[in-house]
C-alpha cells in the first residue's frame, strides 16, 4: 500500500487528470456511484474512477497500479455477487463509456464497454437489426458478452461470443490493445467467455443480423396447469422452428395491467414464446399452448427493443441465483421441475426458470470456452426478494432447486447465471481444457492477477 501522503496527491492528480469524474468516501454522489443491482451487495471502495473514454481507463488503471489497490472493473453492474465492486480498492466504471455506432453496411456495431442492452438495442432497432443481447435493457453489454451472452435470439444467431468480431481493450499494464481473428487471436479466444479477466474492454463489435419483425406470445396459467404448460411449450420448441425461442417460468403474479387482479400476488406459471418473425406465424407456432386454458394473455408483433425491456426487474431488490445446465428435459424431470415451484418463496419477485438452448448456440464454434452450448434446456433459480428477512426462504430454495434437478445437470454452467460458488464452479463453466489454455494466457496478459474480482482464472 501507497503511504497517505503519496495517495493523497495521487488521487488529486487522478481527479485532475480524468474527463470522467472521481468519488472518494464522503464525496456527495458516493452512494449512488457503489450502487449495484443486487441489493444485498453493500461494498465500499477507496475510489470510483468514472471513466468517459479509452484514455481515462488508462489512467485509471495505472493509478490503481502505482497505489497497489485492488482494481475492480464494472459495467452495468448486474453481476449478481457484486463482481463489480470491492471494498477499500479502486472501481474502473465504465458507466459514462456507452456510445454505440451501428454499421448497417458491415452489418456489425460499436459498442462501448459501459454500454447497456438499452443502449444497444435502441440503436440497432431503426435499422432492423439486432444481435444476440441478454433480456433485461439494463444488463451491461461488457459483462454479458465477455462471459457468452444467451438471451431471446440466441437460437437463430448464437450466443453473443458467437458474434464478437473484435474487443478494444486495456491490459493490466494500462496498455490499449486490439483483439480480433487476425489481430492477438489467443486474447480474442479467452475473451469469448473469459470475462474481465484479461483486461478491460473499453469496445466491442458484434455482427448484427437482419430482424425486420418480432413478436410474442405471454400466456399465464394456473399452477395446476403448470406440468401441462412445460409439456407443451416443450413441444413447441422441440418440435418448431429456430425462430421460436422464450422460456417458460413460475413466478409471483406481478401487478401489470394483463395481470387478473385476483391473480396478482399468487403462485402463476408463465410462457412466453419470442418469435423472430411474424405474428401469424408466431400464433401457428404457439398453438398448442393457446389452445391451454389460460388466464391471461399478451399476443402480437413487438419490436425487438421493446420486448427487451419488458421483464426488467427493479433495482433495489435482493438477489440470488444459480444455474444448471441440462442433458434433456424428459416428463420426469418435469414432474420435479414443476414440484419446486410448490415450495418457492411467493410472494416475492423469485421465478424459477427453465429456457431452451439448441439451433445456433448448439452449431455454434466449438472451440471457444463455453461449455453449455450443448446443453438444450438450462434451469435458471432466480431469487429475488425485499425484505432481508426472506434471505433465509429465498437463498435455501435456490440451492434445493439446483439438488434436484442434479440428476438431469451435464455439469457444465453457464457463469454469467451464478455468483460466487468457487473455483469448482468457475471450471464448469470454462471447460477443464479450456481453463488449462485460459490460465497461460491470464499468465501472459494479467500475470499479477490485476483483474480478480470476476469469475476468477489464476495465472498458471
Ligand atoms: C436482471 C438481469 C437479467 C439478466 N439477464 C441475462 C440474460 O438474459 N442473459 C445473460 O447471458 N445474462 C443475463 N444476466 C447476467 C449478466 O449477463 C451478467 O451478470 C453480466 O456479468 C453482467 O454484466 P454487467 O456489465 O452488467 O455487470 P458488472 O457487475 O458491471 O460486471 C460483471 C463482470 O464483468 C466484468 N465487466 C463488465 N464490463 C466489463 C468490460 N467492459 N470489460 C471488462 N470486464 C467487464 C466486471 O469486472 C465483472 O467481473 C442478467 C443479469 C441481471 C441482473
Known sequence: MASRSKAGTALAALREDLAGDVFAPGD??????????????????????????????????????????????????HSVAGMGLNDNGLVVDLRRMHGVTVHPGAGAVRVEGGATMSHL??????????????????????????????????????????????????TADGERVRAGADENPDLFWALHGGGGNFG????????????PEFAIALLLYRPELGREAVRAYREVIESGPLEAGGAVLYLTGPPQEF???????????????TYAGAEEDLREVAEP?????????????????????????????????????????????????CALADTMPVPTGTQHVLFP???????????????????????????????????????PWVRAVRERVRPW??????????????????????????????????????PDNVFRFNHNIRPT
Open 28 to 77: 456527495a454522489g458516493y452512494d449512488e456511484a457503489r450502487t449495484v443491482f443486487n441489493a444485498m451487495i453493500d461494498r465500499r471502495p477507496a475510489v470510483i474512477a468514472q471513466c468517459a473514454h479509452a484514455d481515462d481507463v488508462v489512467r485509471a488503471v495505472r493509478f490503481g497500479r502505482e497505489l497497489d489497490l485492488n482494481i475492480a472493473v464494472r459495467g452495468g453492474g
Open 121 to 170: 438495442d435502441r440503436a440497432t432497432q431503426p435499422f432492423g437489426l439486432a444481435t444476440t443481447g441478454g433480456r433485461a435493457s439494463t444488463t451491461g453489454v461488457g459483462g454479458f458478452v465477455l462471459g457468452g451472452g444467451s438471451g431471446w435470439l440466441d437460437r437463430c444467431f448464437g450466443l453473443a461470443v458467437d458474434n464478437l468480431l473484435g474487443v478494444e481493450l486495456v
Open 200 to 211: 478491460v474492454a473499453t469496445a466491442l463489435t458484434l455482427r448484427l443480423h437482419e430482424l
Open 259 to 273: 395481470v387478473p387482479p385476483h391473480l396478482v400476488g399468487t403462485l402463476l406459471c408463465a410462457v412466453l414464446v
Open 289 to 337: 399452448l393457446l389452445g391451454l386454458p389460460h388466464e391471461a394473455e399478451v399476443v402480437g408483433a413487438m419490436p425487438y427493443a421493446d420486448v427487451q425491456c419488458m421483464i426488467d426487474d427493479p433495482p433495489g431488490m435482493r438477489n440470488h441465483w444459480s444455474a444448471e445446465y441440462l442433458t434433456g428435459a424428459p416428463d420426469d424431470f418435469v414432474d420435479v421441475f
Open 357 to 395: 438452448l439448441g439451433g445456433a448456440v448448439a452449431d455454434g464454434p466449438a472451440e471457444y470456452p463455453v461449455p453449455y452450448r450443448d446443453s438444450p434446456w438450462a434451469v435458471h433459480p432466480f431469487g429475488i426478494w425485499e425484505d432481508p428477512a426472506d434471505d433465509r426462504r429465498c437463498v
Open 409 to 446: 445437470t451435464t455439469g457444465a454452467v453457464y457463469l454469467n447465471f451464478i455468483g460466487d460458488e468457487g473455483t469448482d464452479r468457475v471450471r464448469a463453466g470454462l471447460g477443464a481444457q479450456n481453463a488449462a489454455r485460459l490460465g497461460l494466457l491470464k499468465r501472459r496478459w494479467d
